[in-house]
Structures are given as C-alpha cells and as structure tokens.
C-alpha cells in the first residue's frame, strides 16, 4: 500500500522554463511534506517543506503548492536550472494523530529524475 | 561540520557473511533511522531509534536488526545478508522524532550480495 506516490518517473524540462513535479497522498494524518532532491552518489538533502495547514510555501525558485482535498501536492521550480537535474522525492511526516510508531516517520515517493537541458 | 557519516561507501560480499555498515553523526540528534533506496520504491523505512537504547521496526525490518548503545552511532547488522539485501543504504538522523520535517542523511552506502 503505497500511501505517498511519484506517478512521474521521470520529467525533462529546457533550462529557464517551469518544472513542476507531483506527489499525490492518502493519508490524511500526515502533518509535513517535504521534498528531498539527490544527486549520484550522494544522500539525499532537503529542499523545502509544507506544513499540512498551509497551502504554499516559496523559497527563492522553489515553491510546494498543497492541496488536502485532493491530497495532491506539487514542487514548481521556476526558472529550472541545468544544476536541478535530479532525483527528487516526495515524503510525508506522521503527524501527533498519526499515533504510536508512526509520529515523526517519513513516508517517501518512488522519486522523479528531473533532467533540465541547457 | 555537521555531518552523518557511513562506512563503508561500497561493500560487495557474499550470501551469509555477517556484516556491519556504520552510521555516525555530530549533531547531538536523539532521532536516527536506516533506510533502503531500491528502483521504483523509492525510501523504505528499515528501523528506527527515538534515542539511546530505543529501537523499533520500521516498514521492511526483516533481515536486519540495529543497535543504539550511544547517541551518535546506529550501525545497521545484516547478520546472515541475502541476494535481496542488494541495495542502497541510507542512515539519517533529526534532532527530535518532533523534527524529522528536518532530516539529515548519510551519503549512502551501496551493498551488492551475492
């Protein structure tokens, strides 16, 4: 069962247009989502996150739209940049109500590799 | 420098050898866990520690067992590693089970069994 989902393998965008990569949800006790962005040989590190009662969240190019009815929630990189070419993962947090082991887990999505051409 | 150091980077072993893949980290954080990177599954959650002496299982434990005997080290045992143990490592750690919105990772150790 999987309870976070990266439906796009993969997404190749040209350098200065928007990228924009989806995650899609189904549970609703998550209280955090985050994108991760990994590059070869490397852990992932932490992009930007989206507490669940907001519905945006900017920083510099990188900006989450959140939308809990469809429980949809999506990264725009404007402009993308040949540096961006990478995999990214979607992940969300057990929230206080998710209850016992779960608090404080990270659920993550299958990842998309974002290619941006020069 | 802030940091979650692993060791080692690329281990290739065989069906049954018992292994060790160290995790470490500077930051003081109470909250450690593994994970497995596998194509088209993403990060799966191996076990987890809230702190010292404090483990559990997280989505795909089978196969592995932890320890937390000190704050800044979790090393992930693979007593008796199989074929379907071949992946890609990940140890991470947060301040706080509050805090993994701000997670640190490792950089990743990759295991081949055969």
């Known amino acids: 069962d999987q309870q976070v989902k990266q439906n796009s393998p993969s997404l190749s965008v040209q350098e200065g247009r928007i990228s924009i990569l989806n995650c899609d949800y189904t549970n609703s006790m998550f209280d955090y989502f985050l994108w991760y962005k990994k590059y070869p040989a490397e852990g992932p590190t932490f992009l930007i996150s989206?507490?669940?009662?907001?519905d945006k969240n900017e920083d510099g190019r990188f900006t989450v739209f959140l939308n809990k009815s469809a429980k949809h929630l999506s990264l725009h990189i404007v402009p993308s940049q040949p540096g961006d070419s990478a995999v990214y993962f979607c992940?969300?947090?057990?929230?206080?109500?998710?209850?016992?082991?779960?608090?404080?887990?990270?659920?993550f999505g299958q990842g998309t590799i974002l290619t941006v051409h020069p | 420098e802030a940091q979650v150091t692993q060791n080692p980077r690329y281990l290739i072993t065989v069906t049954g050898k018992k292994l060790t893949v160290t995790c470490s980290q500077n930051?003081?954080?109470?909250?450690m866990s593994w994970y497995r990177q596998d194509p088209g599954l993403g990060l799966r959650q191996i076990y987890y520690?809230?702190?010292?002496?404090?483990?559990d299982k997280g989505d795909v434990p089978e196969g592995y067992k932890v320890s937390r005997k000190e704050k800044r080290n979790f090393p992930l045992i693979l007593e008796s590693p199989s074929p379907n143990q071949t992946s890609l490592y990940f140890c991470?750690?947060?301040?706080?089970?509050?805090?993994?919105?701000?997670?640190?990772f490792g950089p990743g150790t990759r295991l081949t069994v055969t």
């Open positions: 992940a969300a947090r057990g929230g206080p109500n998710a209850g016992g082991t779960s608090y404080g887990k990270l659920t």
């Open positions: 991470a750690s947060s301040l706080t089970a509050g805090t993994t919105y701000e997670q640190y």
């Open positions: 989206i507490s669940s009662i907001k």
């Open positions: 520690s809230m702190n010292v002496e404090v483990t």
């Open positions: 930051m003081n954080h109470e909250y």
